[in-house]
């Protein structure tokens, strides 16, 4: 079973930058898209940023202009790369991978822990 394992969370003053990581623990295939959701304490999880296997990305409001999701293809690694930290981006992030296998499934980590305060 794979696994998807997120790095880079931690503790950041507001206008920090941070940068999470996104690798899985073994080889994944005809991978459509890679995402970052987030989920703060009492609120639903909601999408940050998606990548397409084409490099097409796309990013809720918020995050516009400071966060930039990547990738490294030969890795099946996703990045997702936080400048100009708000308290408001306080979260666990999670990882996800959307993949074709006889048919669409997806691939969830267990999250890293993001917290902006001063």
């Known amino acids: 079973q794979v696994q998807l394992v997120e790095s880079g969370g931690d503790l950041v003053q507001p206008g920090g930058s941070l940068r999470l990581s996104c690798a899985p623990s073994?080889?994944?295939?005809?991978?459509?898209?890679m995402a970052w959701y987030r989920q703060a304490p009492g609120k639903q999880r909601e999408i940050v940023a998606r990548?397409?296997?084409?490099?097409?990305?796309n990013y809720v409001e918020s995050v516009k202009g400071r966060f930039t999701i990547s990738r490294d293809n030969a890795k099946n690694t996703v990045y997702l790369q936080m400048n100009s930290l708000k308290p408001e981006d306080t979260a666990v992030y999670i990882c996800?991978?959307?993949?074709?296998?006889?048919?669409?499934?997806?691939?969830w980590g267990q999250g890293t822990q993001v917290t902006v305060s001063s």
């Open positions: 990548i397409s296997s084409d490099g097409i990305s």
């Open positions: 073994s080889s994944i295939f005809n991978i459509i898209s």
């Open positions: 996800n991978v959307l993949v074709y296998d006889h048919s669409v499934r997806d691939y």
